[in-house]
């Protein structure tokens, strides 16, 4: 082999020189990961569903929430080791809505009711009568609380902690679920029969 002088110097010079570079791009991709994760929790976040259902769902929490119509209870279900607890209720509920601040509102549909749940204690909170056979539930950026009643063919907007009543609207026959528009500006409300979507807008005081 022929030894060049100073070969052997040049290869350590250059491997001393790749070892900052190798701990820089470490810590880029190290920064990079908490980036992305972080981008990840905020965009569950924002894409938590703010409309209800028969199983509400808490990814973060690995909770699940069911609206028990035969059994008139709702149960909570601690994923993955299938754990139970359930509240008695006073008459079938319809569907939960998980709210922020550890607490649910459910749809009494049996005693035409809206009730908020403490999932801490899974104690009940409030109650309100609303239009006859209250189905599905949103809850807006304000904070406000949306209420379908089937056979009363209304839309109730509650005050989401006491739930006071704000105001009511009339819409086309059995509206049943509701999706709120990205901007928080309209509520589109789909109906059991017929072929009508309801949009009912919710910065207009008319609505």
């Known amino acids: 082999m022929l030894d060049v002088p100073g070969h052997a110097r040049s290869a350590r010079t250059?491997?001393?020189?790749?070892?900052?570079?190798?701990?820089?791009?470490?810590?880029?991709?190290?920064?990079?990961?908490?980036?992305?994760?972080?981008?990840?929790?905020?965009?569950?976040?924002?894409?938590?569903p703010r409309a209800s259902g028969s199983v509400a769902l808490d990814e973060d929490a690995a909770h699940a929430f069911?609206?028990?119509?035969?059994?008139?209870?709702?149960?909570?279900?601690?994923?993955?080791?299938?754990?139970?607890?359930?509240?008695?209720?006073?008459?079938?509920?319809e569907q939960v809505l998980i709210l922020e601040d550890q607490r649910l509102a459910v749809t009494l549909r049996g005693c035409d009711r809206v009730a908020i749940v403490d999932r801490r204690t899974l104690e009940t909170l409030a109650t309100a009568s609303v239009a006859p056979d209250p189905w599905g539930l949103a809850q807006t950026s304000s904070g406000e609380l949306l209420v379908t009643s089937a056979f009363g063919r209304t839309l109730t907007a509650l005050d989401g902690r006491t739930l006071a009543p704000h105001w009511a609207v009339g819409t086309a026959r059995e509206p049943r679920s509701i999706t709120l528009s990205p901007d928080?500006?309209?509520?589109?409300?789909?109906?059991?029969v017929g072929s009508s979507l309801s949009v009912v807008d919710l910065a207009s005081e008319a609505h």
């Open 14 to 48: 250059a491997a001393s020189a790749r070892r900052p570079l190798f701990f820089a791009l470490a810590t880029l991709a190290a920064s990079c990961t908490v980036l992305l994760a972080s981008v990840d929790a905020a965009a569950r976040t924002a894409s938590r």
């Open 66 to 93: 069911v609206a028990d119509v035969d059994n008139q209870a709702l149960h909570e279900i601690t994923l993955p080791s299938g754990e139970v607890r359930s509240l008695a209720l006073p008459c079938a509920p």
């Open 184 to 192: 928080g500006t309209h509520a589109w409300i789909t109906h059991l």
